[in-house]
């Protein structure tokens, strides 16, 4: 058998948690019954040995790639806000045009598999430009929802850093994340990190990033949407249309899309007044779609709030004309 030293050895070494030591420990007993003619024992001391080596490097390994999970994950949560739409396209109004071309997005998404066989993709990467309040960032919500997806929205101002490399590690982590976690990918304002390089007033850190994002866009094959918005078109670098599947150009609402936000949100009420819904959507030319279906709302709440069984026409209007005062 073993001798008290060797045993007192395997003791102290369990018990600090020095495993060389231990198995070193273990390999010598062994060696020691093997030389006393014990070879069966000895034989099942060195598998015994093996086998708890193999298990223990296993369970390291799986520690290891956990954490690295939980850190990745969890810087991760510091860049994104997680949002779960239940809106869809139906629930939209759009020009013809962006209607149609956003329905043959969700149909090649709900193809993956058919068009894969073949060695194609759906389209994944989409810019989103126009004035604000005219529809992009619902848009998303809308081609999350028909998917089923999550919207992932990439919080800039958490993505870029004062250190410099430090915003590229970050947008590292977003881009390989597209590849573990499927969604709807949102860069929001992006004129922020898109803006051309040859500016005077360019900030080197910035610079970096769209050079970072130009190069991480034209390599990503993940099965996630990436939607880039911006208000400001122009002031986009060149280089990155290209890498684009499609570039939307939302307009501001003509006086049929207005009739139809107008249909679409006082539908279940009454309208007090001589206009007709015509006459009134002329009367909100200039107006985005979020700031008509926000005099909609207001013109509700002050319907309910006057124990009045009509929505005035005037509340509507005045609304719009009360926001333009206070902007100007």
Known sequence: ???ADQIKSLIKSFGKGDEARFFATAMQIAASEARKGHSTFAKELKSLIDQAKSERTSALFEK???VSITRSKRELDELIEVIHPRIKLVDMVLPKQIESLLNRVVAEHRSFEQLSKH???PRRKLLLEGPPGCGKTM???ALAGELGLSVFVVRLDGLISKFMGESI???RIIFDAMQSYKAVYLF?????????????SDVGEIRRVLNSFLINIEKDTSSSLIIAATNLPDTLDSALFRRFDDIIEYPMP???????VLK????SFKMAGSMSLDELAEHLIGNSFAEIVRACEEAIKEMIISNNKTVSEKHVQNFLISRKRTEQ
């Open 188 to 200: 929001d304002e992006f004129d922020s990190i898109g803006a051309k390089r040859n500016q005077g």
């Open 119 to 121: 060695g194609l993709s």
């Open 254 to 260: 003509s006086q049929e899309d207005i009739i139809q």
């Open 64 to 66: 290891e790639k956990v």
């Open 139 to 141: 848009t998303t919500h």
């Open 1 to 3: 058998m073993a001798a």
């Open 169 to 171: 590690a970050k947008l």
């Open 264 to 267: 679409k949100h006082l539908r």
